[in-house]
């Protein structure tokens, strides 16, 4: 028997041992895919389903009920059909894409619309700096599943670029697709 050498969060001090798995364990199986995640998933072109794990991403759904509570970061699983993308956004933090199946095309931008493209295939990654338009496209004819990663347990929602899109970023949490 041992002794850890780190404290336990005050949140988990009194947990059991049970208590700790059952709430710190995520399994793609109990997750539905959440279609209208971000207010950009409603526009053709940017129709993305997010799974999420560790915190709500940049999505704002916290309220989540399966999800596992974030400290420091957030870890979602994104599917992204042939032809979808995302649209450039920013984050007050550190993004990552790491592409699980399929291949990616992910591009950083300036604010004059000049954008550098790569294409990521799977175990590979990229990291967006805080600040740094970016965002991904599935060109392909297959199915993409990458991970995501936030460096905050609650971050912000996207910024999109376009001034339009940014006033409604919200629009996901605030309003419900009709038929």
């Known amino acids: ?23 710190y364990t995520g399994r ?13 998933a409603r526009i053709d072109g940017y129709r993305r389903a997010q799974h999420r794990f560790i915190g709500a991403g ?29 649209a450039p956004h920013t984050h007050e933090v550190e993004e990552v894409f790491f592409v699980l199946q399929g291949h990616l095309e992910v591009f950083v931008e300036d604010e004059e619309g000049n954008r550098i493209t790569r294409t990521l295939g799977p175990w590979e990654t990229v990291a967006c ?20 990663m936030l460096g905050k347990g ?3 929602l996207m ?13 996901h949490l605030t309003t419900q697709i009709t038929a």
């Open 1 to 23: 028997m041992g002794k850890a050498f780190h404290p336990r969060p005050p949140d988990v001090e009194k947990l059991s041992l049970q208590e700790i798995a059952d709430t």
């Open 159 to 171: 910024g999109y670029a376009d001034a339009e899109m940014l006033k409604n970023r919200d629009a």
């Open 129 to 148: 700096p805080p600040g740094v338009i970016h965002g991904y496209d599935n060109t392909s004819l297959e199915p993409v599943y990458f991970q995501v």
């Open 28 to 40: 793609f199986r109990d997750k539905t895919a959440d279609w209208d995640a971000f207010a950009d």
């Open 58 to 86: 940049g999505s704002g759904k916290v309220t989540d009920p399966t999800i596992i509570p974030a400290r420091a970061f957030t870890l979602s699983i994104m599917f992204v059909p042939p032809g979808q993308g995302n």
């Open 154 to 156: 609650n971050p912000e």
